[in-house]
């Protein structure tokens, strides 16, 4: 799709990508004052939904906006951009909006700015990834999905330029997540994830495998994970919306689960998998 047809919506509008413009006294552009939240739709149908604008709405509450939509509003932007029944996703980003001078004060009034698009959701790896850890050195409200992520684009970076996909970011000596992705560890049949916090983004994906995981029989636990029990688990995975569950199979250049995806992964991936089937089929709510 071209820049001259694909549809994105900013501020009341609905209009070719190339023709979307922001001003440049945008506090979005000016100090990175936004939030953002990413919606994967499979058969035209997003994926709880619901649960993405309750995210939404945390993230513009902890920067001191209220939501500039309702949740009906935002829904029908989101239904009016999505195109076809392949597999998709909805990006939507809110700033603080435009003010007459470059002030870090935050105004007293002023009107936000509102953008959406979708775009395909890019081909996900089923063959495993590596991953590298690196030492977090982000800043301490990683739960708001805030559009100021200088910090985890480098971290990624380093992950990349070290031969790697992602990255698993440590702090005083515990693995809390990767660059743009939610963690897993897999221990005797036990799956386990970092618990919500302040240094984490509480991710619907996360809490979606979770679910399937319980449904699946397995047990789950949400704890801290130190970097010795990363480093010795059975299975390591990553989640996030747009690439779902994706299995390590290399941590600092040393194998995960004999250089192969897991069993325990195979199986929640297939329930995972099953459960966008129904989506798609309409037999479970967005």
Not at 18 to 29: E, N, S
Not at 97 to 121: C, E, L, N, W, Y
Not at 128 to 152: E, F, Q, Y
Request: with cysteine; proline share 6%; net charge negative.
């Amino acid at each position: 799709m071209s820049l001259s047809t694909q549809r994105v919506y900013l501020n009341g509008e609905f209009l070719p990508l190339d023709q979307a413009r922001v001003p440049v006294l945008d506090r979005g552009f000016l100090f990175g004052d936004g939030v953002y939240e990413v919606i994967p739709v499979y058969g035209g149908r997003p994926l709880r939904l619901a649960e993405h604008l309750r995210r939404l709405d945390r993230s513009l509450s902890a920067i001191h906006m209220e939501s500039p939509l309702s949740d009906d509003a935002w829904s029908e932007i989101i239904h009016q951009l999505i195109e076809g029944p392949e597999d998709q996703q909805i990006y939507i980003q809110v700033t603080r909006g435009v003010q007459p001078k470059r002030d870090h004060a935050i105004p007293a009034s002023v009107m936000p700015t509102v953008f959406a698009m979708g775009s395909q959701i890019a081909p996900i790896p089923s063959g495993g990834i590596k991953a590298v850890t690196v030492t977090d050195i982000r800043w301490d409200r990683c739960d708001i999905k805030a559009i100021t992520l200088l910090a985890n684009v480098l971290l990624r970076q380093e992950a990349i330029s070290r031969g790697a996909a992602e990255a698993v970011i440590v702090r005083d000596g515990l693995a809390l997540e990767g660059a743009a992705s939610n963690l897993f560890i897999v221990q005797k049949q036990t799956i386990i994830t970092p618990p919500k916090s302040d240094t984490i983004l509480p991710g619907i994906t996360r809490d979606l495998v979770l679910e399937i995981a319980q449904e699946a029989g397995f047990t789950t636990v949400e704890r801290t994970i130190s970097l010795p029990e990363l480093r010795g688990a059975d299975e390591i995975w990553f989640t996030s919306s747009t690439r779902e569950i994706l299995s390590v199979t290399e941590l600092d250049a040393q194998p995960v689960s004999g250089g192969q995806p897991g069993p325990v992964w195979r199986e929640v991936l297939a329930a995972y998998q099953d459960y966008k089937r129904r989506l798609r089929e309409g037999s479970i709510s967005e």
